[in-house]
């Protein structure tokens, strides 16, 4: 089993910043990737960003590419997400996922915008 706690989420303005940390703890040796997902009231839950846990690669969705930055710190266990220029439409809960020998979420940290 892989646990997940997220944090650093908030109320910002348009075009403010936060940074959100995903902190991975049990059976962590195992894991291939981590990664971000959101979900916007009355909205699926869609992919932001994901990191290789190893190589450290990384893949974004088009609508934040440029203004998110995902990366680890390996020794910590813990996956970032820099969220820059944020937008209204940005504003959703904000979930960590690990994939390793099964997939793995966090309870959610909130992220909301205001214009």
């Known amino acids: 089993q892989v646990q997940l706690v997220e944090s650093g989420g908030g109320l910002v303005q348009a075009g403010g910043s936060l940074r959100l940390s995903c902190a991975a703890s049990g059976r962590t040796f195992n894991i291939r990737t981590m990664g971000w997902f959101r979900q916007a009231p009355g909205k699926e839950r869609e992919f932001v960003a994901t990191?290789?846990?190893?190589?450290?690669?990384?893949r974004y969705t088009d609508s934040v590419q440029g203004r998110f930055t995902i990366s680890r710190d390996y020794d910590k266990n813990t996956v970032y997400l820099q969220v820059n220029s944020l937008e209204p439409e940005d504003t959703a809960v904000y979930y960590c996922?690990?994939?390793?020998?099964?997939?793995?979420w966090g309870q959610g940290t909130q992220v909301t915008v205001s214009s």
């Open positions: 996922n690990a994939q390793g020998e099964s997939n793995y």
């Open positions: 990191i290789a846990w190893r190589g450290g690669s990384t």
